[in-house]
């Protein structure tokens, strides 16, 4: 069994539609694959409708974007009843403020000298939910940075950057909790990732294990070799699920589907602890 349990389309600020996705993970040899767009679950239709007769199981999620004490963080939810308000309520306002925000790094990016514009980014997002990828999108084809990669830096769109304004952003705590109330199973994504900027302490991830937090996203690209036994560990600690995934994002990024994936007996252990949706086997 291949599980990877997080990958974007273009819902969000992945490449691929939903159905393109469902077919890279077949051509992967994934058997199980979790749709995870930032702050949406617009792709998961399409998604679900792919699925038939491939044998390939989707399993429904999001990435929701939190902050607490001033860091940026990740939240994966996985099989939660997407219709539940008070969660639909606040990815909603998660992806609303995305525009005005969008909008305003567009602006920096023109004061600073890059000639960008809104239409430009709106045309690389589609319907998406947009953000910084999208942007960084539109710096590579203005000929500003080389690669969508090399845009995150802090002469643009790292977190603190010159272009880099903040969007709202939930906490963690309180997101938990929504994932949980709507039935699904919240894990924390890359905490390691010290390449976006700072992490959050370890007594931060044991509050959000108290607060309901399911498991830790140990195994991923972001992560070095040191950082996953030290993340490994702390689950262990906490009762939580180590779980891996490649963060997939089409070719946004050069990570493949299933370059780093989940052991079945967690998978199996994080399907049993959601209510709110089952995993679509097709
Ligand atoms: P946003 O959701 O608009 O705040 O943008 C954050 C997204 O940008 C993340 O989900 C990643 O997909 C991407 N990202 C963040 N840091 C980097 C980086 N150093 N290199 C490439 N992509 C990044
Ligand atoms: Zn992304
Ligand atoms: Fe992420
Ligand atoms: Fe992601």
């Known amino acids: 069994m291949r599980i990877d349990l997080h990958a974007h389309s273009n819902a969000s600020d992945g490449t691929d ?10 051509a992967a040899g994934l058997d199980v694959v979790a749709l995870t767009d930032h702050d949406t679950v617009a792709g ?15 399993v429904p999620g999001a990435e929701l974007s939190c902050r607490v004490g001033g860091i940026s ?18 990815r909603e306002l998660v992806r609303t403020d995305r525009f005005r925000r969008g909008r305003a ?23 998406g939910s947009v953000g910084r990828p999208h942007i960084a999108s539109a710096l590579v084809e203005a ?24 969007k709202h952003e939930t906490d963690p705590a309180t997101a938990v909790r929504l994932v949980r109330a709507a039935g699904g199973v919240p894990v924390f994504a890359h905490p390691g990732a010290v ?19 399911g498991g830790l996203e140990v195994d991923h690209l972001d992560h070095d070799e040191e950082t996953r036994a030290r993340l490994r560990g702390l689950a ?12 997939y994002h089409g070719h ?14 967690v998978y199996e252990a994080l399907v049993a602890q959601a209510t709110g949706a089952k995993p679509i086997v097709g």
């Open 195 to 213: 390449k976006r900027g700072r992490t959050v302490s370890d007594q931060v991830i044991a509050d959000l294990a108290a607060a309901g937090l």
């Open 143 to 166: 000929g500003v940075v080389a690669t969508v990669s090399d845009a995150f830096t802090h002469d643009w769109l790292a977190n603190g950057g010159r272009a880099d304004v903040p």
């Open 44 to 58: 998961h239709a399409e998604a679900a409708e792919a699925v038939r007769g491939t044998g390939l199981t989707l």
């Open 105 to 127: 790094v567009v602006e920096r990016c023109r004061e600073l000298g890059a000639p960008i514009s809104w239409e430009q980014v709106e045309r690389i997002a589609g319907s």
């Open 236 to 247: 262990a600690e906490l009762g939580l699920l180590a779980t891996g995934s490649s963060d």
């Open 252 to 265: 946004r990024k050069t990570v493949r589907l299933g370059e780093y994936t989940t052991d079945p007996a």
């Open 17 to 26: 539609t939903p159905a393109e996705l469902v077919a890279n993970a077949v």
């Open 73 to 90: 963080l990740h939240l994966l939810a996985y099989l939660f009843d997407p219709a539940e308000p008070a969660f639909a309520a606040e």
